[in-house]
């Protein structure tokens, strides 16, 4: 078991998302971008299909912050840093959730402008396979995944892991590969890989991974990418892992938009029901059928996000 350190507080900053409301109000849990009368003449933040959070701890005098995904156009976190004003200088890391384009894109611009002094690059090995979705009607859609090469080239530090790894000294955990063991969550069946130079079938994404921080009288927080291991399974793993039982927030794409997912999220809500969190805040990839479920089945959990929201947890 691991010993994640207890923080006192975490602050969630939504860099980039699918959707972007400027007018909701701020709650106790969500801290709406505040909008100054200048508001229309300034640059305006981006919306894309895309997850990138800027996840910041405070324990005592000490803060530490890391970047989570990197959106899905090279200019657009960077955009959107510039108008939340975030210095990438400080951060301590970047964790990729897994290798597909909307969650990496943005890799290389950001260390293209902060990369030095090194800020290590957390990422699972599988998040580097060429990889493409394959409808039945032929039509194929590709993944630029991140390059390994290119990521050598500009000599940052590389943190390939397949298990568990800290980050931030010891005050968040990536999860690595979360175990799949509820029946329902079976990864993306239409996805293949380029594998020994053969396109092979590869459904479960196995570089899909969380992040999962302490807080102190709440419990655990998860943030999820795509949430490609199932919303379910990364709850799971994060209480394994941990040894923590209560799950006070999940926040991160749940994939379970479109067609062949949908399917999913009745036995998904109903599993959800047993862990009970007290914060829910569904992005990207979740989908409006299943953000609608949560609305209504976990009305007081509930949180929209918007682009430039920041949720807060903790003291
Ligand atoms: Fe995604």
């Known amino acids: 078991m691991i010993t994640l350190k207890v923080v006192d507080r975490v602050e969630i900053l939504s860099v980039m998302d699918n959707s972007i409301d400027v007018l909701m109000g701020s709650t106790p849990v969500a801290k709406r971008l505040k909008r100054g009368s200048d508001a229309h003449s300034k640059p305006q933040l981006r919306a894309e299909h895309g997850v990138s959070m800027l996840v910041t701890t405070y324990e005592e005098d000490k803060k530490d912050s890391f970047l989570f995904d990197t959106g899905v156009t090279i200019d657009g976190v960077l955009h959107n840093m510039d108008v939340?004003?975030?210095?990438?200088?400080?951060?301590?890391?970047?964790?990729?959730?897994?290798?597909?384009?909307?969650?990496?894109?943005?890799?290389?611009?950001?260390?293209?402008?902060?990369?030095?002094?090194?800020?290590p690059i957390v990422l699972h090995p599988d998040a580097y396979l060429k990889r493409k979705n394959v409808q039945p009607d032929g039509h194929e859609s590709e993944h630029i995944p991140p390059s390994r090469r290119d990521l050598e080239a500009e000599d940052v530090e590389i943190i390939e892991e397949r298990g568990p790894t800290m980050v931030i000294g010891g005050r968040a955990l990536v999860t690595g590969q979360i175990p799949r063991t509820t029946p329902f969550e079976k990864g993306s069946p239409?996805?293949?890989?380029?594998?020994?130079?053969?396109?092979?079938?590869?459904?479960?994404?196995?570089?899909?991974?969380?992040?999962?921080?302490?807080?102190?009288?709440?419990?655990?927080?998860?943030?999820?990418?795509?949430?490609?291991?199932?919303?379910?399974?990364?709850?799971?793993?994060?209480?394994?892992?941990?040894?923590?039982?209560?799950?006070?927030?999940?926040?991160?794409?749940?994939?379970?938009?479109?067609?062949?997912?949908?399917?999913?999220?009745?036995?998904?809500?109903?599993?959800?029901?047993?862990?009970?969190?007290?914060?829910?805040?569904?992005?990207?990839?979740?989908?409006?059928?299943?953000?609608?479920?949560?609305?209504?089945?976990?009305?007081?959990?509930?949180?929209?996000?918007?682009?430039?929201t920041t949720m807060l947890v903790g003291a």
């Open 190 to 308: 239409r996805q293949v890989a380029l594998i020994d130079g053969r396109w092979q079938p590869d459904p479960w994404i196995h570089d899909d991974q969380a992040i999962v921080i302490n807080v102190k009288d709440k419990g655990l927080v998860v943030l999820t990418g795509c949430g490609h291991a199932g919303v379910v399974n990364t709850l799971k793993c994060a209480r394994e892992l941990t040894g923590v039982q209560q799950i006070h927030a999940v926040i991160g794409g749940f994939h379970l938009t479109g067609p062949i997912f949908e399917p999913i999220i009745a036995p998904a809500g109903s599993a959800l029901k047993e862990f009970n969190p007290s914060i829910i805040v569904p992005q990207h990839c979740t989908g409006w059928k299943a953000t609608h479920l949560i609305a209504r089945e976990f009305a007081d959990a509930f949180v929209p996000n918007s682009v430039g």
């Open 84 to 119: 939340l004003e975030i210095r990438g200088n400080e951060l301590h890391a970047v964790v990729l959730s897994h290798g597909h384009t909307d969650h990496t894109r943005g890799l290389m611009g950001f260390i293209k402008r902060y990369g030095r002094p090194r800020v």
